[in-house]
Nanobody, 119 residues
Framework: QVQLQESGPGLVKPSQTLSLTCTVSGGSITTNYYYWTWIRQPPGKGLEWMGTIAYSGNTHVSPSLKSRTSISRDTSKNQFTLQVTSVTPEDTAVYYC???????????WGKGTLVTVSS
């Protein structure tokens, strides 16, 4: 059974960098052909796909976030990370990591972590 767990600070100040880590157990992030994804949901709004890192290490980030978002991984720890720079209160959301098993099918999700951007 694959499990994902998000971790990181719950409060970030405006203009700072938001950093979250997703720790994966029960499966390797380098296994063909899975994609490891970040999604967020602002309060009262729908889900927003942020980006993904493939089993190969290739990354794809939403064009709307590309200028300030990066995704990376540490294969030795079976973790992948999200960084969003220059955050504003509009980045306040519950952040989820998930596994995409192909064709946008997200079959495993973390429980989500609330990140609040506030001074």
């Amino acid at each position: 059974q694959v499990q994902l767990q998000e971790s990181g600070p719950g409060l970030v100040k405006p203009s700072q960098t938001l950093s979250l880590t997703c720790t994966v157990s029960g499966g390797s992030i380098t296994t063909n052909y899975y994609y490891w994804t970040w999604i967020r949901q602002p309060p009262g709004k729908g889900l927003e796909w942020m980006g993904t890192i493939a089993y190969s290490g290739n990354t794809h980030v939403s064009p709307s976030l590309k200028s300030r978002t990066s995704i990376s991984r540490d294969t030795s720890k079976n973790q992948f990370t999200l960084q969003v720079t220059s955050v504003t209160p509009e980045d306040t959301a519950v952040y989820y990591c998930a596994r995409d098993s192909g064709n946008w099918y997200l079959d495993y999700w973390g429980k989500g972590t609330l990140v609040t951007v506030s001074s």
